[in-house]
């Protein structure tokens, strides 16, 4: 059975050592974020979800979910699971604490996070999407919903959904049929059906609060395929009373089927028919000014995928955690052939993998990515937080900036990278990895996923070109590079090794630059050339982020070290992986900026039926 180790060292060297965030005297709510604070509390979440949640994980992946007479029943274990992950209070970490939360910055939930679904990913779906949920009512919900809904989500005694996709529309929702009907009394009467809803029934909570996508009609009473007249509704699986809270009768929501599927099996994903559904209409948020409006609905819409992107990120540095960390243990035990230095284990007849250097390759690419990208996630969680609570305006509509534009970066090239890390632990194992009972190819069917859901990925390469870019004036991904020139700038007095790696960091921003250019240029004169280049431009940025952050830790790794200060076990550790990122994946940065500027030309040369 694969085992799990919180990474508790490797976070508190993040957050303490590189972010340094308990010396952001800028960003409200960070110097409280000493160690004394973060250490039980990451500590304690480790111990709970390694002793509690990871042994039910292949429980979850062999038994899966059941429909019984019309409703969902989740693995065995999974309802005890997670009402004592609520009742520890580990789900409302970073929830405001007007709604009963900790109002902990989102750093510290988003490791939390990243622990629940290292030890069982398809059991932390069901927190994560009412985290999701919740944050985009607690933005857009009307006052009672603030006073009667919101709490009981924070608290976990309730569980959200976000409803979107329908059979014939997942990426294009202008195509939804589901529809919204006014009443007299302000509420909605919603009718359609949707697909593929994460948690959309269970045996977890009493009710469960779906955040539905459905159509108003226009003045003449027709549904037409315009995006505007998409709005987002607040719909119960059971009616809640908004003057009192109590809850009332069934709604008009059920369970139509539930999905066979590759991984995350304890993960409910449910077909739900909505038959007249009593329904409430999101509308205001912050960045509003119209309540109700048609940018008001989508916002909320917005705010909940953003949550989700960001999110699936950080699931697959999950998955490519566990998997490494069970390939590595393998790779020590398992022997095979000799050493071409010479005999490792001259007592025994073969030694152990790991000294061959194809297996060492696999091992340094899952360790690269994972805390390359745990370190890029981090930083980005505090940009979020920055975007809230930074001391200056401009502060934070820089960090606004940077979120968004990272957002569709963390989505798809983190889960690409990390499908990519669990399928090399199959590859680390050899045949017995593609065998059930040792539990890794759990980790890629599970893994697989993150590439699809929340958009494809695909769909995140084009936001990032086509919105991301040219946001703001370009001013976030100016502030991107700008952020590569100055993390390159620090490593300037160190040694030759890292003068060298920020010589690289440098030439990635600079082949960021070169994409963008050449976008401008050529781009106005083929419509398809933006689609065709935006894989490989989402891919610079991947790399550039992660040679960034790695330089970062470099940096404060071979500091600590010269002063004597932390484990130099540790330290020496993270300067063979920022060596490995520069060695082995900076240069691809080369491959891909001409990959990006070949064009679209090629890509549509053939007719469609010529496939
Ligand atoms: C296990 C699971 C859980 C899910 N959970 C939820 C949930 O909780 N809530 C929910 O609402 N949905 C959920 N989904 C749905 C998921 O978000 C969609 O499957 C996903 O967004 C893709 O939509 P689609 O499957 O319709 O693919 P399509 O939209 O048909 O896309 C197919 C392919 O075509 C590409 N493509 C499509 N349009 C374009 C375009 N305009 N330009 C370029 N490329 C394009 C895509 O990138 C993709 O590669 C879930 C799905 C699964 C499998």
């Known amino acids: 059975m694969p085992t799990y180790a919180p990474p508790i060292d490797d976070f508190l060297f993040l957050l303490h050592e590189v972010l340094r965030v308990q010396t952001r005297d800028d960003i409200a709510g960070f110097t409280d974020l000493e160690t004394d604070l973060t250490r039980p509390i990451l500590e304690g979440a480790?111990?709970?979800?390694?002793?509690?949640?990871?042994?039910?994980?292949?429980?979850?992946?062999?038994?899966?979910?059941?429909?019984?007479?019309?409703?969902?029943?989740?693995?065995?274990?999974?309802?005890?699971?997670?009402?004592?992950?609520?009742?520890?209070?580990?789900?409302?970490?970073?929830?405001?604490?007007?709604?009963?939360?900790?109002?902990?910055?989102?750093?510290?939930?988003?490791?939390?996070?990243?622990?629940?679904?290292?030890?069982?990913?398809?059991?932390?779906?069901?927190?994560?999407?009412?985290?999701?949920?919740?944050?985009?009512?607690a933005l857009t919900g009307a006052p009672w919903m603030l006073q009667h809904v919101v709490p009981r989500m924070v608290s976990g005694d309730w569980?959200?959904?976000?409803?979107?996709?329908?059979?014939?529309?997942?990426?294009?929702?202008?195509?939804?049929?589901?529809?919204?009907?006014?009443?007299?009394?302000?509420?909605?009467?919603?009718?359609?059906?949707?697909?593929?809803?994460?948690?959309?029934?269970?045996?977890?909570?009493?009710?469960i609060i779906h955040l539905v996508l459905a159509k108003?009609?226009?003045?003449?009473?027709?549904?037409?395929?315009?995006?505007?007249?998409?709005?987002?509704?607040?719909?119960?699986?059971?009616?809640?009373?908004?003057?009192?809270?109590?809850?009332?009768?069934?709604?008009?929501?059920?369970?139509?089927?539930?999905?066979?599927?590759?991984?995350?099996?304890?993960?409910?994903?449910?077909?739900?028919?909505?038959?007249?559904?009593?329904?409430?209409?999101?509308?205001?948020?912050?960045?509003?000014?119209?309540?109700?409006?048609?940018?008001?609905?989508?916002?909320?819409?917005?705010?909940?995928?953003?949550?989700?992107?960001?999110?699936?990120?950080?699931?697959?540095?999950?998955?490519?955690?566990?998997?490494?960390?069970?390939?590595?243990?393998?790779?020590?035990?398992?022997?095979?052939?000799?050493?071409?230095?010479?005999?490792?284990?001259?007592?025994?007849?073969?030694?152990?993998?790991?000294?061959?250097?194809?297996?060492?390759?696999?091992?340094?690419?899952?360790?690269?990515?994972?805390?390359?990208?745990?370190?890029?996630?981090?930083?980005?969680a505090e940009l979020l937080h920055e975007e809230q609570a930074g001391a200056e305006p401009a502060q934070r509509e820089r960090a606004a900036g940077l979120g968004q534009l990272l957002t569709p970066v963390i989505k798809a090239y983190f889960?690409?990278?990390?499908?990519?890390?669990?399928?090399?632990?199959?590859?680390?194992?050899?045949?017995?990895?593609?065998?059930?009972?040792?539990?890794?190819?759990?980790?890629?069917?599970?893994?697989?996923?993150?590439?699809?859901?929340?958009?494809?990925?695909?769909?995140?390469?084009?936001d990032l070109v086509a919105r991301k870019l040219p946001m703001a004036g370009g001013r976030p991904v100016l502030a991107f590079l700008g952020e590569v020139e100055r993390i390159a700038d620090i490593a300037a007095g160190a040694s030759t090794d890292l003068a060298g790696y920020a010589a690289s960091l440098r030439r990635g921003g600079k082949a960021i630059e070169e994409a963008i250019a050449w976008l401008r240029r050529t781009g106005p004169e083929r419509g398809e050339t933006l689609g065709a280049a935006s894989y490989d431009v989402l891919n610079l940025f991947g790399v550039v982020l992660l040679g960034a952050l790695w330089l970062r830790m470099a940096v404060v790794a071979e500091r600590q070290l010269a002063a004597g200060e932390g484990d130099p076990a540790f330290l020496r550790r993270k300067l063979v992986l920022a060596r490995y990122w520069f060695e082995r994946e900076m240069p691809t940065v080369e491959t891909l900026l001409r990959r990006a500027q070949s064009g679209a030309d090629g890509l549509m040369a053939l007719a469609a039926e010529a496939f």
């Open 46 to 137: 480790g111990d709970f979800l390694t002793g509690v949640w990871q042994p039910l994980n292949q429980v979850g992946d062999e038994e899966g979910c059941r429909l019984e007479n019309g409703v969902v029943r989740t693995p065995r274990g999974f309802a005890e699971a997670y009402r004592a992950y609520c009742e520890a209070g580990w789900n409302r970490l970073g929830a405001a604490e007007v709604h009963g939360g900790a109002g902990l910055p989102g750093v510290i939930s988003q490791a939390v996070y990243e622990m629940t679904s290292s030890a069982n990913a398809s059991l932390a779906h069901y927190p994560a999407l009412t985290n999701g949920a919740c944050s985009s009512l």
């Open 159 to 207: 569980c959200g959904t976000m409803c979107l996709t329908e059979s014939h529309c997942g990426t294009d929702l202008r195509l939804m049929s589901t529809r919204a009907v006014a009443q007299a009394d302000g509420s909605y009467r919603i009718t359609g059906t949707k697909i593929f809803i994460s948690g959309g029934d269970h045996d977890l909570t009493e009710n």
């Open 216 to 380: 108003l009609p226009d003045e003449n009473g027709r549904y037409s395929d315009d995006l505007a007249t998409v709005n987002l509704f607040m719909v119960p699986k059971v009616k809640v009373d908004p003057e009192t809270g109590a809850l009332g009768v069934r709604n008009g929501v059920n369970v139509g089927g539930l999905e066979k599927k590759m991984g995350l099996k304890g993960s409910a994903t449910c077909v739900l028919n909505f038959d007249d559904a009593v329904g409430y209409r999101l509308g205001t948020t912050k960045n509003d000014a119209a309540p109700g409006s048609k940018s008001a609905a989508m916002s909320g819409m917005f705010h909940m995928m953003n949550h989700a992107r960001l999110g699936t990120g950080v699931g697959a540095i999950a998955a490519a955690e566990v998997a490494y960390q069970n390939s590595a243990l393998y790779a020590q035990e398992r022997r095979s052939g000799r050493a071409v230095s010479g005999a490792d284990r001259g007592e025994a007849a073969a030694d152990p993998i790991i000294v061959h250097p194809d297996v060492r390759r696999m091992l340094l690419q899952q360790r690269a990515f994972v805390e390359g990208a745990r370190a890029a996630a981090l930083w980005v």
């Open 415 to 462: 889960s690409d990278r990390g499908f990519e890390a669990a399928n090399a632990a199959v590859q680390i194992y050899g045949g017995h990895g593609y065998i059930r009972e040792n539990g890794v190819e759990q980790f890629v069917r599970d893994a697989r996923i993150f590439q699809l859901y929340e958009g494809a990925n695909g769909i995140q390469a084009l």
